[in-house]
C-alpha cells in the first residue's frame, strides 16, 4: 500500500486530501504538532475506510519531523508522496517594517529547514523505489511578496527556490517537486476554492506531468 504524509494535516484541505488519496488505496500519516488532534483526524477517516496514523511533530523542530516520517514509514511503509502544508504563524504575516529579525529567522525555518529536513527524510525511500511525488502549498506571498506579510514572503520565497531545484534534480530519477499555490483563503464547500477542489488538484498533481508550480486560480 503506498504511503501519503500529510504535514500540518488538520480538518480542512488535510482531511480532504486524505480522503482523495484513501479512495485511491493510499494509506495516510498524519503529522502535526497536536498528537490528539491527528488521532481524532486518523479515527474519522478510519471511519471512512482510510487506513490512517497520527504523528506529532513541530516542523521548527527538525529532529522531532524527521522521527514522525521515520516512524510513519515504519508503521505504513515508505513516503512515495510527501505534501507540506502547515499554515504559517500569525506573526509571520506583519508588516515589513514591524517585523523583528527573530520572526524573519522562524519564517525561514518554518518555510525553509522543515521542508529540507522532511525531504530528507523521505528522499531515500523515494530514489529506491525510483519515484516519489513531493507536494508544497503555499499562499500568494510564495511567487509575489507582499509588504504587508513580511515572514512568508521572504519565508516562502526561499520554499519556492527549493522547490524549483528539487524539481529540476530529482525529474530525472522519477521523482516529482512540485508547488500549489493558494492565492488568497480557501473557500470551504466552493468548487473551484474548497477543500475538495484543493485535493483533486494535488491528486492531478501527483498524476500528472507538469512545471514545478501551478496557481490554484489567478493572482489579483
Given at each position: 500500500?503506498?504511503?501519503?504524509?500529510?504535514?500540518?494535516?488538520?480538518?480542512?484541505?488535510?482531511?480532504?486530501?486524505?480522503?482523495?488519496?484513501?479512495?485511491?488505496?493510499?494509506?495516510?500519516?498524519?503529522?502535526?504538532?497536536?498528537?490528539?488532534?491527528?488521532?481524532?483526524?486518523?479515527?474519522?477517516?478510519?471511519?471512512?475506510?482510510?487506513?490512517?496514523?497520527?504523528?506529532?511533530?513541530?516542523?521548527?523542530?527538525?529532529?522531532?519531523?524527521?522521527?514522525?516520517?521515520?516512524?510513519?514509514?515504519?508503521?505504513?511503509?515508505?513516503?512515495?508522496?510527501?505534501?507540506?502544508?502547515?499554515?504559517?504563524?500569525?506573526?509571520?504575516?506583519?508588516?515589513?517594517?514591524?517585523?523583528?529579525?527573530?520572526?524573519?529567522?522562524?519564517?525561514?525555518?518554518?518555510?525553509?529547514?522543515?521542508?529540507?529536513?522532511?525531504?530528507?527524510?523521505?528522499?531515500?525511500?523515494?530514489?529506491?523505489?525510483?519515484?516519489?511525488?513531493?507536494?508544497?502549498?503555499?499562499?500568494?506571498?510564495?511567487?509575489?511578496?507582499?509588504?504587508q506579510y513580511a515572514g512568508t514572503?521572504?519565508?516562502?520565497?526561499?520554499?519556492?527556490?527549493?522547490?524549483?531545484?528539487?524539481?529540476?534534480?530529482?525529474?530525472?530519477?522519477?521523482?516529482?517537486?512540485?508547488?500549489?499555490?493558494?492565492?488568497?483563503?480557501?473557500?470551504?464547500?466552493?468548487?473551484?476554492?474548497?477543500?475538495?477542489?484543493?485535493?483533486?488538484?494535488?491528486?492531478?498533481?501527483?498524476?500528472?506531468?507538469?512545471?514545478?508550480?501551478?496557481?490554484?486560480?489567478?493572482?489579483?
Open positions: 500500500m503506498p504511503t501519503i504524509a500529510i504535514i500540518g494535516a488538520g480538518p480542512g484541505v488535510g482531511r480532504a486530501v486524505a480522503q482523495r488519496f484513501g479512495r485511491e488505496g493510499f494509506a495516510v500519516a498524519l503529522v502535526s504538532r497536536s498528537q490528539d488532534k491527528v488521532d481524532a483526524l486518523a479515527a474519522e477517516l478510519a471511519d471512512d475506510g482510510v487506513t490512517a496514523r497520527g504523528y506529532a511533530a513541530d516542523v521548527l523542530d527538525a529532529d522531532a519531523l524527521t522521527a514522525a516520517l521515520e516512524a510513519a514509514a515504519a508503521d505504513l511503509g515508505p513516503v512515495s508522496v510527501l505534501q507540506y502544508s502547515p499554515l504559517p504563524a500569525r506573526h509571520y504575516l506583519r508588516p515589513v517594517t514591524e517585523t523583528p529579525p527573530a520572526d524573519i529567522l522562524e519564517a525561514v525555518r518554518f518555510s525553509v529547514l522543515g521542508p529540507v529536513a522532511a525531504v530528507n527524510a523521505v528522499l531515500p525511500g523515494m530514489r529506491e523505489a525510483g519515484a516519489g511525488t513531493l507536494v508544497f502549498v503555499n499562499g500568494g506571498t510564495s511567487v509575489r511578496p507582499r509588504t514572503s521572504i519565508g516562502f520565497a526561499g520554499e519556492s527556490a527549493y522547490v524549483q531545484m528539487l524539481h529540476e534534480a530529482l525529474e530525472p530519477a522519477g521523482i516529482r517537486a512540485v508547488q500549489l499555490v493558494i492565492p488568497g483563503a480557501i473557500q470551504g464547500d466552493d468548487p473551484e476554492r474548497g477543500h475538495d477542489a484543493v485535493a483533486e488538484r494535488i491528486w492531478g498533481l501527483h498524476t500528472s506531468p507538469g512545471e514545478f508550480r501551478e496557481l490554484l486560480s489567478p493572482l489579483d
